[in-house]
């Protein structure tokens, strides 16, 4: 589902606020802990990694959201291609899942 720029505007300010986790470990450490507030999940991330965050994310009841390809969530915090996020602050989480 295609997002607005300033949905990606507000991805790359929690980026540069130091509000996300990315990569698999990082992203699925900070779903176990429950530092995780938010999982954002690539639109174009394949069908069995699109279902191990949808799970992890029902079983520590995380909410998350199916968004941009991964080009576009990479553009948007300055990196290369990434699948799968972690927001880990409260206030971005709501934020970006409201939009």
Do not use: H
């Not at 507000?10 to 980026?15: F, R, V, Y």
């Amino acid at each position: 589902m295609m997002k607005s720029k300033k949905w990606y505007n507000n991805l790359g300010l929690a980026m540069r606020a130091g509000k996300l986790t990315a990569g698999d470990s990082n992203v699925l450490d900070a779903i176990r802990t429950g530092e995780a507030k938010l999982i954002l999940i690539a639109s174009d991330a394949s069908d069995n990694a699109q279902k191990k965050y949808t799970d992890k994310c029902s079983y520590y009841q995380i909410p998350f959201l199916i968004c941009g390809t991964r080009e576009e969530i990479g553009a948007a915090i300055g990196k290369e291609e990434r699948v799968v996020l972690a927001v880990t602050d409260a206030g971005f989480a709501g934020l970006l899942s409201k939009e």
